[in-house]
Nanobody, 119 residues
Framework: QVQLVESGGGLVQSGGSLSLSCAASGGDFSFYAMGWYRQAPGKQRELVATISNGGTTNYASSVKGRFTISRDYAKNTLTLQMNNLKPEDTAVYYC?????????????WGQGTQVTVSS
């Protein structure tokens, strides 16, 4: 059973940095695309950044140049380095994984971690 556990959220001032981590278990994640999504109060969940099983990255325009997504295949971890944070980055951040090799699997989500950026 795939499990995703996020950590690293918290409260930071505008212009500060945070690093989010997602520990994945229960699958061969070299076969999975992974990513970070976020949901602010009263808004729909939106894509922040994704990374394919081969390491190709994609970013929302609102975070490009400020956030960096990376993965460690040996440790089955996904990281989101967030720099120059803005109040509009305040949201619950979710780790996502979906198998994309040798068949497409269901979406898997973590429980979320709160990021709050004060102005």
């Amino acid at each position: 059973q795939v499990q995703l556990v996020e950590s690293g959220g918290g409260l930071v001032q505008s212009g500060g940095s945070l690093s989010l981590s997602c520990a994945a278990s229960g699958g061969d994640f070299s076969f999975y695309a992974m990513g970070w999504y976020r949901q602010a109060p009263g808004k729909q969940r939106e894509l922040v950044a994704t990374i394919s099983n081969g390491g190709t990255t994609n970013y929302a325009s609102s975070v490009k140049g400020r956030f960096t997504i990376s993965r460690d295949y040996a440790k089955n971890t996904l990281t989101l380095q967030m720099n120059n944070l803005k109040p509009e980055d305040t949201a619950v951040y979710y780790c996502h994984a979906r198998r994309t090799v040798l068949g497409v699997g269901p979406d898997h989500w973590g429980q979320g971690t709160q990021v709050t950026v004060s102005s």
